[in-house]
């Protein structure tokens, strides 16, 4: 309950603060990244897993299918960094917003802490993580 207000703060804040792009998705056809990565997101219950290439963003769910959506350049506001992106899942609309604020985070389950929490909004779906970054060369 006392995340409750907090939760409800960051999806105010994912959609205020972010726009949607459009493109085609590939499911389960994603090929192989290019070594370093932007971010990479994770949530538990449920479980899924974002990761932000310089080409490319892909979304899972745990035991689900791949899906690549289409990157596009972060707009930063403050301590955040958001994306935004839209693509076609079997034939239907799929929009996602990324926000990423650097705040620390603990995935609750082992306790780890990561520098990021990521709030995610997909398809009327918010779901709440913890990312970590990689410096890019």
């Known amino acids: 309950m006392k995340q409750t207000p907090f939760l409800l703060l960051g ?3 994912v959609v205020w603060s972010c726009q949607f792009k ?3 998705a590939q499911i389960d056809e994603v090929p192989p990244q290019p070594g370093v ?3 990479s997101c994770r949530g538990t219950e449920p479980f899924w897993l974002i990761e932000i290439y ?3 963003i892909v979304y899972q769910r745990a035991g689900g299918k791949k899906i690549l959506y289409p990157y596009y350049k972060a707009k930063l506001k403050g301590d955040s960094t958001c994306y935004t992106t839209k693509t076609k899942v ?3 609309s799929s929009n996602m917003i990324i926000k ?3 705040d620390t985070c603990s995935d609750g389950m082992s306790e780890n ?3 990021y929490t990521a709030f995610i909004l997909r398809d009327g779906e918010v779901l ?3 990312a970590i970054s990689e410096p890019q060369d």
């Open 100 to 102: 990423i604020v650097a």
């Open 113 to 115: 802490r990561y520098p």
């Open 90 to 92: 079997y034939g239907k």
């Open 54 to 56: 310089q080409d490319s």
């Open 11 to 13: 999806i105010g804040l």
């Open 22 to 24: 459009t493109a085609s």
């Open 37 to 39: 990565f932007e971010y």
């Open 128 to 130: 709440h993580g913890c």
